[in-house]
């Protein structure tokens, strides 16, 4: 158990809906990351918050957005989903200091189905 | 050309044969992942390094920063060690923050 919590855990939805994954990193661990997996293109990098404020952008489509709360837990919003947004997306958390190459632990994951 | 290659992709071994996955890596960075993701989902730490060698139990990983390469080794390998196994190196995004970027991992199989 890494110490990270994720939910949903599965999530079935339509095209053209917006869905919200959850994300609560490790206890003390400010810097939260957000992945996503398809089949297709392996794990990406989608964008990282560090105790509030975004650091770092990755791949990340402009209809998906995310934010962290000051309880540093952390969400990821979906918006406008299409078929190919199916994949399974991760949540990470690192270390105390923001910004350095620290060690990620990783959620369970959410599954999103869009149909 | 990807910035981070794994080889071999798929790996079918026996029980107890030693095993060696490669990564290397095209761009600077400060350090490397491995990661192992069992058939479930499930993404677990295994090692973090930045230079030299590091051992846990069986697991095996070193890293070679100059030749930009990193190799993971499991001894006397067990089924259970069945698993995807993906590489990702730390590389500097600019404004104090780092990125990871991933291989595309190697299945291995481990038959009794």
């Known amino acids: 158990d890494s110490g990270v919590t994720q939910t949903p855990k599965h999530l079935i939805t339509a095209t053209g809906q917006r869905v919200t994954l959850r994300c609560s990193p490790r206890?003390?661990?400010?810097?939260v990351y957000w992945y996503q997996q398809s089949l297709d293109q392996g794990l990406q990098f989608l964008i990282q918050?560090?105790?509030?404020?975004?650091?770092a952008k990755g791949n990340i489509l402009e209809r998906f957005s995310a934010q962290q709360f000051p309880d540093l837990h952390s969400e990821l919003n979906l918006s406008s989903l299409e078929l190919g947004d199916s994949a399974l997306y991760f949540c990470?958390?690192?270390?105390?200091?923001?910004?350095?190459?620290?060690?990620?632990?990783f959620g369970p994951g959410t599954r999103l189905t869009v149909t | 050309k990807n910035e981070v290659e794994q080889s071999p992709q798929n790996l079918t071994a026996q029980e107890g044969e030693f095993i060696t996955i490669n990564c290397s890596y095209s761009?600077?960075?400060?350090?490397l992942h491995w990661l192992q993701q069992h058939p479930g989902g499930g993404i677990v730490s295994l090692f973090m390094?930045?230079?030299g060698k590091k051992k846990h139990g069986r697991l095996i990983a070193t890293i070679n920063i100059q030749e930009k390469h990193s190799s993971l080794h499991i001894t006397a390998s067990h089924p259970r060690d069945s698993a995807v196994y993906i590489c990702?190196?730390?590389?500097?995004?600019?404004?104090?923050?780092?990125?990871?970027?991933f291989g595309k991992g190697t299945k291995l199989s481990v038959i009794p």
């Open positions: 990702a190196v730390f590389k500097y995004s600019g404004a104090g923050s780092y990125q990871l970027t």
């Open positions: 390094l930045s230079s």
């Open positions: 206890s003390g661990d400010l810097s």
């Open positions: 918050y560090y105790n509030g404020e975004e650091r």
């Open positions: 761009v600077g960075i400060s350090a």
């Open positions: 990470a958390s690192s270390g105390l200091a923001g910004g350095g190459s620290y060690e990620q632990y």
